[in-house]
Nanobody, 127 residues
């Protein structure tokens, strides 16, 4: 069982930066994947980024490539999402999640593959 707590959300102007953190209690195993998703009002949850715990491989949605960076500190059981050059369309609730039985890179962006979810942190980007 893994419990996840997100932090770092807030209000920022367009062009600004935020760093989100996702801290896990419980064990994250080497075959796990930690992902970030977001959900804007009246929209479906969408994939943002993911990191494989075993080898630190990173994956991004096209909409955030070059602006967002996912990283981890294994000793702290924490995954970060550094968000730069923020846009109003990045406004959403951001969730981290753990896929405890990662099947392959193809599945990393599929929210239903993830087993554990945090409560989310709100990010608002003003124009």
């Amino acid at each position: 069982q893994v419990q996840l707590v997100e932090s770092g959300g807030g209000l920022v102007q367009a062009g600004g930066s935020l760093r989100l953190a996702c801290t896990a209690s419980g064990v994250i195993y080497s075959n796990n994947v930690v992902g970030w998703f977001r959900q804007a009002p009246e929209k479906e949850r969408e994939f943002v980024a993911a990191i494989k715990w075993r080898n630190n491989s990173k994956y991004y949605a096209d909409s955030v490539k070059g602006r967002f960076t996912i990283s981890r500190v294994a000793a702290e059981n924490t995954v970060y999402l550094q968000m730069n050059s923020l846009k109003p369309e990045d406004t959403a609730d951001y969730y981290c999640a753990v896929d405890a039985n990662a099947q392959g890179s193809y599945y990393l962006s599929i929210s239903t593959e993830y087993d554990y979810w945090g409560q989310g942190t709100q990010v608002t980007v003003s124009a």
